[in-house]
């Protein structure tokens, strides 16, 4: 029969094409690229790869192993020390004098001068360079010259800044700050090299800096290798030979990756994967305080929210979230029910204060309910809260706090999730005034201070006072804790101030995140410092 | 043949500019993209307005349209909101779908044509309707369903394939997004595949040839089969443009930095120049390779002439 | 376009131009010209019936049909009327459950919220079915009158809607609804299929525009035309009811194929929006629990599966009845 020929030919054609499937795979079997060489995973960075531009942790992952500014925080306790400042010195918590350590060049041999740093500042806080960072400068005089509300600057420089020799300059802030040295270890103070001004868009294409690693190429939206710099004159050397950042779509395929030993380390596991990552990875899988809080905001500007009585509603709805449940299930344990509006983090010498919240950050529904019906119910009847939907996996949290504010409440419709397509659009929501109920506010510390979770949120009209909450009593304690010249004193006041945000339940604490980082059987000493960072450096392999 | 290229050629131009026109606008209508560049905070004022002034963003959109358009015939796809260079992004990003596409499209063409022949020859018969059927199957289960599938049994449970793909993109990493990607057009071409050859083996030209008592592997292959693949070459020809386009699901399933993921990428951080710079692409892809298709028809059917 | 000097290969060259939209099958389309090109008795004028009853006889002793429209009866069924066969709330779900595999009266399980999978799937099928019968409506109207208008009357408008199609067809259908959907923040269906008749009508019409371009050619048509009938009476007496019959066939086929399209938007984030009930959302939330939870994407995908079959079969099973060339 004729026709079995073509059968026979179809067959070994369909055949032929599934083995060479099969024979497809396997390839590339170990953890990827040389040995001694850690890959791990990435996220393309949204903004270009400068200090002063880059606001989130995928590109303040390359800074951190790129840059050392003049102080350092310290990757296990935080603590900001001491790095490329030899001293900083102030004697009215206003005028600061900087001495630079000697010894420190960029990867190219350039040195390490005071003007590497006044130019990297100036650089970053003027208008003409589109620096997503720049408010960081706000607090040095001057700023309002080269950075003005509106209109164009009217100054080059910062007047606040004055380069006395090679290793010596000057601060001069427009108010008294006495941690302000503290906020230094920040990616936006890091030092530039003159190549950064010279050839801008070379660097831009291979950054360099003076970390304990160089970039070795750079294939954006793809991958960075980056090798480790043998002349680095710091203590903190890497221990490995370069780290190649490699890009994912999704930290899902990322997690996948890694457990099947194309990929080392991967930080920040997708919470679905978490129910199997002890399986999939043992004790290669750490799980760390971070100093990063999720809370629900209310839009203020929007009468209904701001009227007498709704602090009844807000302190209800904050009742009526179970937050063990939710941690304890959609985060498998990998976030700590918010007690207070900090961070454990700042240990309580910061000012962190796990009894500050008490009641009203505990679940109680018959309470929550009675609360809700006190204030006068919620406004419109129904909560929009709103969330952006391209990132973070929020949809489920989101719609868990609603499944529970429903239960509490008895209404299957009390509650419900308003997704916003991109994080752009949920941002012009936001700055537009266009929120109509209570909002996703996630906060990532800068630096860790109690200030740094108080004044940027809840001070009025404060850079990221999202809800436009504004309380005179607050302020006003606050004013007073950045004056306070004795650290654990400015931490008490700071306390105080909190207390006001409770009272008024100014935004609903949710959370405090952790950091979790999964890793390959190839590398060792994993860990993540308090901005849930990896610690590269420390990484060795084999 | 020279006119009807030429005439062709005339017709593109107002598809080319209603199809970037009717993108421009859509991903103008998605808001102001400023507002996300600065994180979770907000923008100050002035950097806000001075980033607009930089992208174009304070202008009215015909005039960012027309700008847009003059800039692209100097061969200036403008700069993604990273600083990137779109250009230098198509440089990456398109290999990666090429390769992806051209893996997909042999599927279609060995897989498909091939079952699409054996079943029609044998209309009705157990092996005709179980393909028939596990087409159906393949058409009605959606693609992400299937990439995700594919991805757990293979790449995660029995671990045979890498499940994710590298950043070198590797023809042979490419082996199983690319099946995911052809899956169903793979049916489609299967489908179409059987139903002309069955209808041509009834025709009067396959009787005479039997009659003539030519081998009937020659029939086949010579009288059926020429016949038989015309549309089946129309729709593959036609299927390129939409597979590089369409390949945004399995692209983000399997990890690939191809077109569909900048194109993700510049949807989900609304940077236009990225979006309309590789639709634009996209669009004159699907435009040529239309051509291409109708004149691959004038030499596969003798009968039709272009006048 | 070209134009190929006989009639049925103007049904292929159409068909093969309109093949790049991944909407729906494109297999259909070519197949067309066996129906457009040769009806067996065109008979006269006014009694088109035959095909019709003949494809009628046919649907009845043909089991694929028989199964596949029980099935689209049930589905229609239980989406007016869910409460029918699931007794739950979709809405109602209690985290304690997250996760937890079937038990008796859950015979699905629970998902990641600990909703009770059953019936978001009886509910989610509901919001397929809308969709789907609301897009195919909206697809098949707008895209037939607008194709069978320009293949009737031809010149300048016939070459305007040609350019339109072009624009639309250019346009990847999934990218497209990336761009276009992302803006919107409505809960309710209605923003998903607008944007499924917009893309979709291009590929109708131009299945429809071939389709009276054959039917015109033929001799009773041209015979009505000589006898100095008017636009209006040849139009609907003579031309749409022979030429109506493609059309009929590719949208029950799109029909599938949308309930699909809607699957993928939701997966990408930009189809429907919670609280709506899609089978698509909780494919999407489910498929990164899939290694520990596979029940939770297994049976919403199945019953999607089944679902866009169903109506990729019924519209296979009319296609056979109306294309008289197989037969």
């Known amino acids: 029969m004729r026709g079995a020929t073509h059968a026979k030919w179809a067959a070994c054609a369909l055949a032929a094409a599934l083995a060479a499937t099969a024979c497809g795979g396997g390839g590339n079997g170990g953890g990827g690229g040389a040995s001694g060489v850690v890959s791990s995973s990435w996220g393309d960075p949204p903004n270009p790869l400068e200090p002063a531009n880059t606001n989130e942790v995928q590109g303040g992952k390359v800074l951190d192993m790129l840059f050392r500014g003049l102080k350092r925080y310290d990757p296990k306790t935080g603590e900001a020390r001491d790095w490329l400042a030899e001293r900083i010195d102030t004697t009215d918590s206003r005028n600061f004098t900087v001495t630079l350590k000697d010894g420190w060049t960029f990867s190219n041999g350039e040195k390490v001068t005071a003007k590497s740093f006044v130019d990297a500042w100036n650089y970053g806080a003027h208008l003409k360079n589109n620096q997503r960072n720049a408010y960081f400068f706000t607090y040095i005089e001057g700023y309002d010259k080269v950075h003005p509300e509106e209109g164009e600057a009217t100054a080059d420089t910062l007047s606040g800044l004055k380069v006395k020799d090679d290793r010596t300059f000057t601060v001069r802030l427009t108010q008294k700050f006495s941690t302000w040295p503290e906020t230094l270890g920040y990616n936006a103070f890091a030092p530039l090299p003159r190549a950064f001004f010279d050839d801008h868009d070379a660097w831009l294409a291979k950054p360099v800096g003076n970390g304990p690693y160089t970039v070795e190429s750079y294939t954006r939206g793809s991958v960075m290798s980056l090798r480790k710099w043998d002349q680095y004159p710091g203590e903190d050397k890497a221990r490995n030979d370069g780290v190649d950042l490699k890009v994912y779509t999704d930290n899902n395929i990322a997690y996948t990756d890694l457990t099947a030993g194309n990929l080392d380390l991967l930080d920040d596991v997708p919470a679905s994967q978490l129910r199997n990552v002890r399986a999939d990875l043992g004790d290669r899988y750490i799980n760390t305080p971070a100093g990063i809080i999720q809370t629900l905001a209310f839009p203020y500007y929007d009468k209904r929210w701001n009227a007498d009585g709704m602090e009844k509603v807000r302190k209800g709805l904050s009742m009526a979230i179970n937050r063990q449940q939710i941690t304890d299930t959609i985060f498998q344990k990998t976030r700590t029910p918010a007690k207070d509006w900090t961070s454990p983090v700042l240990k309580e010498e910061g000012g962190f204060d796990d009894g500050l919240c008490g009641d009203a950050c505990e679940f109680d529904a018959a309470e929550a309910k009675r609360l809700v019906d006190e204030g006068g119910g919620i406004p419109g009847g129904t909560l929009r809260l709103t969330f952006n939907a391209d990132t973070g996996s929020h949809r489920e949290w989101v719609d868990a706090v609603c499944n529970s504010i429903n239960n509490a409440l008895g209404n299957d419709r009390a509650c419900t999730g308003n997704p916003v397509g991109t994080f752009a659009d949920f941002r012009n929501e936001i700055t537009g005034h266009k929120m109509t109920g209570p909002f996703r506010a996630g906060w990532q510390m800068d630096y860790p201070l109690i200030q740094n979770f108080l004044q940027p949120l809840y001070y009025t009209n404060a850079s990221s006072n999202d809800g436009k909450w504004s309380n005179e009593e607050f302020d006003r304690l606050v004013d007073e804790a950045n004056a306070e010249a004795e650290p654990v004193r400015a931490a008490e006041k700071f306390k105080d101030a909190e207390e006001v945000v409770r009272d008024e339940m100014a935004a609903i604490p949710l959370w405090y995140q952790n950091g979790s980082a999964g890793y390959s059987d190839r590398i060792s000493n994993v860990a993540l410092n308090p901005f849930s960072v990896p610690v590269y450096d420390e990484i060795t392999v084999g | ?307 | 376009m070209p134009e190929p000097p006989y009639g049925p290969d103007a049904a292929v060259s159409e068909a093969g131009a309109g093949g790049a939209t991944d909407l729906a099958l494109d297999e259909g389309q070519a197949r067309e010209e066996g129906s457009g090109g040769g009806p067996p008795d065109p008979g006269p004028a006014g009694r088109p019936r035959s095909l019709w009853s003949d494809a009628r006889r046919d649907l009845r002793r043909n089991p694929v049909f028989v199964v596949s429209g029980l099935v689209i009866v049930f589905l229609v069924v239980i989406s007016l009327w869910p409460s029918l066969i699931a007794s739950g709330n979709p809405l109602h779900c209690d985290l304690g459950k997250a996760q937890e595999g079937s038990r008796p009266g859950h015979p699905f399980g629970f998902d990641g919220q600990g909703c009770d999978v059953y019936t978001r799937t009886v509910y989610g099928a509901r919001t397929s079915v809308t969709v789907g019968v609301c897009s195919t409506l909206g697809v098949a109207l707008l895209g037939s009158v607008l194709g069978g208008l320009a293949g009737f009357f031809g010149g300048g408008w016939d070459a305007l809607l040609s350019r339109i199609t072009d624009v639309f067809f250019g346009i990847p259908v999934v990218l497209g609804g990336l761009v276009f959907l992302s803006v919107v923040t409505s809960t309710t269906v209605w923003p998903v299929i607008g944007f499924i008749v917009l893309l979709g009508w291009p590929q109708i019409a131009r299945i429809a525009r071939g389709s009276v371009i054959t039917v015109q050619q033929n001799d009773y048509v041209q015979a009505a035309r000589a006898l100095g009938a008017s636009n209006s009476r040849m139009l609907l007496r003579h031309v749409a009811p022979n030429a109506v019959a493609p059309v009929i066939v590719v949208a029950t086929i799109a029909l599938g194929t949308y309930i699909s399209l809607e699957a993928t938007l939701s997966f990408l984030g930009v189809g429907l929006r919670p609280p709506a009930v899609s089978m698509g959302i909780d494919i999407s939330a489910a498929s990164s629990y899939v290694r520990n939870a596979p029940h939770m994407l297994l049976w919403p995908a199945g019953a999607l599966a089944v679902t866009v079959l169903a109506f990729i079969m019924l519209g296979d099973a009319v296609r056979d009845a109306l294309d008289p060339k197989l037969r």
């Open chain 2, 1 to 307: 043949m020279g006119r009807y290229v030429s005439r062709r050629l005339l017709q593109m131009i107002p598809v080319f500019f209603g199809t970037t026109l009717l993108i421009f606008l859509m991903v103008n209508v998605m808001g102001d993209p400023v507002a996300g560049l600065c994180g979770d905070r907000r923008c100050d004022p002035a950097t806000a307005a001075r980033l607009r002034v930089e992208f174009g963003l304070d202008q009215p959109v015909w005039q960012q349209y027309a700008t847009y358009m003059g800039n692209v015939f100097t061969g200036d796809f403008g700069t993604a909101f990273n600083g990137q260079k779109v250009t230098e992004l198509m440089g990456t990003a398109f290999p990666v779908t090429v390769r992806l596409a051209v893996v997909a499209v042999v599927f279609e063409v060995v897989i498909g044509i091939s079952l699409g022949v054996l079943t029609g020859l044998r209309r009705g018969r157990p092996a005709d309707t179980g393909v028939l059927l596990v087409t159906l199957v393949v058409v009605s289960v959606p693609t992400f369903v299937t990439g995700l599938l594919l991805q757990l049994l293979l790449g995660v449970k029995w671990g045979i394939v890498a499940p994710a793909v590298s950043s070198m993109a590797t023809v042979d990493e490419l082996l199983v997004p690319g099946l995911v990607l052809a899956s169903v057009s793979l049916a489609y071409v299967t489908r179409l595949t059987r139903t002309s050859v069955a209808e041509n083996a009834r025709a009067d030209y396959v009787r005479t040839a039997v009659a003539k008592g030519l081998p009937r592997r020659r029939v086949v292959s010579r009288h059926l089969l020429r016949n038989s693949l015309i549309p089946v070459v129309t729709f593959i020809g036609t299927d390129v443009g939409a597979l590089m386009g369409g390949a945004i699901v399995t692209e983000r399933i399997f990890n690939i930095h191809g077109v569909g993921f900048q194109l993700y990428q510049g949807i989900v951080r609304q940077s236009s120049q990225t979006v309309v710079g590789f639709v634009t692409v996209l669009v004159l892809v699907f435009l040529l390779a239309n051509l291409i298709v109708d004149l691959l028809y004038a030499v596969l059917d003798p009968r039709i002439r272009y006048a």
